[in-house]
């Protein structure tokens, strides 16, 4: 479980996150949901310990990140998995070496062990006998499931995504939201996803939180988001006319 | 102020380098693809730029020695000194600077901009220490380089000498032995471990901290390849002042 409690970061004087607080339960995918700038990316950065937070508590687990030795923080970093926005894969490296690269540095395993694992998780994520392409060689989607395949392959119980599905066309944006659930629900972690992508709050959002200049403005699910009177919410998740139907006939229908 | 504030995170990153190492099977890995794209890459160009240059100092040291009371030898010897103290060392190093320096920048630069880097930290990696570290290694195979660009220097320099008509071999060998001093050597490399570090680290400084999306990487590698010229002129003219002066 992540808890995340009166988070507060500033950059020049200017804030970007206001008091937030949230729990992000196992075996759920949470969404963070907002407009692009409303902090987002930045409360995404606070967990992952790359932006350093003024004020608050995020504990891991029970565990306050901030209070924890330099060894401690590398074993907790070692149950975390990310999927960055643009994948992120090393231009330099193929498939097999960008997948391989987390268990070189968190264990001592056999190359053979480890290459073993690598086929384990690329299978997963659908991607037998593409250990040797390049990530150039490789389209978007192969590309985010190959970030996927990363991410999971150390057994992570925090997987953090940055907005996974930008860039892909709505069918393969379906298949990496399910793959996400999935991952989730068999290896009970902690998904939390930023998104822009109305599909994913309505097929995958099990909790959804919606920022608004950071502040954490609604906190609900796929199906409470339907019902909020929230006039935040609702601009921004039914923007478009075929959303706004949708809602009319899932109210009227329920 | 700005000024200030890079010089010091240029040294925070110089010390941060030595911070939590990457492991050594990675790291291994890593100084031989970057020796490779920094040293062995580089070696035709150097070799290209060194033989040509040296034949254009040995024919213009033969065109200002036209009068009778010059022995001919001494264009050996003034190609020599010229290659030794100033061209393989230091013009070689500003070569350096455009061609690996700028690669450098680019690279790490285009690594920051698609949050490469950050896929580095939150692995538990210390990017500096991943990054930058095998190229300063790999850099001290440097004097190697400069080594070649001694030899072709004086090597083209030779055979301008020769298809010129401007001396004979045997004249030109004299010229090149003739007064050698052992520690100019010693100064010469001394220079080129020092503009090798440069080369290194102030590129990979550009190309770690830029911000910016695509474009800012192509001013990134423009702005590194200036500094790194400065910070090499600067450091030519205080080592040849510490050491010869």
Known sequence: ?254 | MIFFHNIGLYFTMLKKMFDKPTKWSVMRQLIIKDTEDTVVNSLGIISFVSFFIGGVITIQMALNMTGSLYPKYLIGFATREIIILEFAPTIISIIMAGKVGSFITSSIGSMRVTEQIDALEVMGVNSINYLVFPKVIAMLLYPFLISVAMFLGMLGGMAACIYGGYSTVDNFITGIQTEFIPFHMTYAFIKTFVFGLIIATVPSFHGYYMKGGALEVGKASTTSFIWTCVCIIILNYILTQILLG
């Open chain 1, 1 to 254: 479980m992540i808890e995340i409690k009166n988070l507060q970061k500033s950059f020049d004087g200017i804030k970007v996150l206001s008091a937030i607080s949230a729990t992000f339960e196992r075996g759920k995918t949470s969404l963070v949901i907002g407009e692009s700038g409303s902090g987002k990316t930045v409360l995404l950065k606070c967990l992952l310990g790359l932006h350093n937070y003024d004020l608050g508590e995020i504990k891991f687990d029970g565990i306050n990140y901030k209070n924890i030795s330099d060894k401690e923080k590398m074993g907790l970093k070692s149950k975390i998995g990310t999927v960055f926005q643009g994948s992120a894969l090393f231009d330099s490296m193929n498939i097999e070496e960008n997948v391989m690269l987390p268990l070189k540095m968190f264990n001592n395993y056999s190359n053979d062990e480890m290459l073993d694992r690598v086929n384990q998780v690329l299978k997963r994520v659908n991607l037998e006998n593409t250990n040797k392409k390049m990530p150039s060689e490789a389209s978007g989607g192969m590309q985010k499931r190959v970030a996927i395949a990363r991410a999971i392959v150390n057994n992570p119980k925090f997987l953090f995504c940055d907005e996974p599905n930008s860039g892909l066309d709505p069918n393969t944006a379906i298949i990496i939201d399910n793959l996400i659930k999935e991952i989730t629900d068999e290896y009970k972690i902690v998904t939390i996803i930023n998104s822009h992508d109305m599909n994913s709050v309505m097929e995958i959002g099990e909790k959804i939180i919606f920022l608004k200049e950071g502040n954490k403005e609604w906190e609900g699910s796929k199906h409470t988001i339907f019902k909020t009177d929230n006039e935040s919410v609702t601009n921004f998740v039914y923007s478009s006319n075929l959303y706004k139907k949708v809602r009319e006939m899932y109210i009227k229908n329920s």
